[in-house]
C-alpha cells in the first residue's frame, strides 16, 4: 500500500503533536482547530462507544477525557503507519487515572483530507487494565 504524501504525513504529525499536548494539560484548542466540519471519530467503550460525528461532539469527549486523567496523560510514540489518507500513530501511555497509576498501549488514527483531521479512531489496549481491576 502506498505511503502518505508529505503534507498529509505533516498535518497528521502537528495534529498528533497537539492531541498529545491535549492529553498532557487539558487545552484541546488547538487540536479541534485542525479538525474538519464534517469530523467523526470512533472509541471503543464507555458513554462515547462508536462512531460520533462533529465537532462540539468531539469537545465534550476531549473535556471526559481530561477529567479522567486529570494529572494528564504522557504519550510515547512506537511507530506511526500510513496511507495515502490515513496515519496511525502506535503508543505507549502513561499517567494517572482517576487517581490510579495507569498504563496502557494504544493505536490512534487520524485520517486527513483537504488539510484537516476528518477522522479519528483509537484502538486501546485494555487487557492491562482488566488484569489490574480483576487482582483488585
Known amino acids: 500500500m502506498p505511503e502518505a504524501s508529505t503534507e498529509t504525513l505533516q498535518i497528521a504529525k502537528d495534529a498528533f503533536q497537539n492531541f498529545s499536548c491535549g492529553l498532557a494539560g487539558g ?3 488547538p487540536f479541534l482547530n485542525q ?3 464534517d469530523f467523526t471519530f470512533w472509541f471503543p467503550t464507555g ?4 462512531l460520533n460525528r ?3 461532539r468531539a469537545r465534550e469527549f476531549f473535556d471526559s477525557v481530561s477529567r479522567v486523567f486529570p494529572e494528564g496523560l504522557t ?5 506511526i503507519t500510513s496511507n495515502p489518507t ?3 500513530f502506535e503508543v505507549r501511555s502513561q499517567g494517572s487515572m482517576l487517581e490510579h497509576a495507569y ?12 488539510g484537516k483531521i476528518c477522522a479519528y479512531r ?5 487487557v492491562f487494565q482488566l488484569a489490574q481491576q480483576l487482582s483488585s
Open 122 to 126: 483509537e484502538y486501546l489496549g485494555v
Open 27 to 29: 487545552d484541546w484548542s
Open 47 to 50: 458513554s462515547f462507544k462508536g
Open 86 to 88: 490515513t496515519v496511525v
Open 35 to 37: 479538525l474538519s466540519d
Open 54 to 56: 462533529g465537532r462540539e
Open 103 to 114: 498504563q496502557n498501549q494504544a493505536a490512534i488514527s487520524f485520517e486527513v483530507r483537504n
Open 75 to 79: 504519550l510515547t510514540v512506537q511507530q
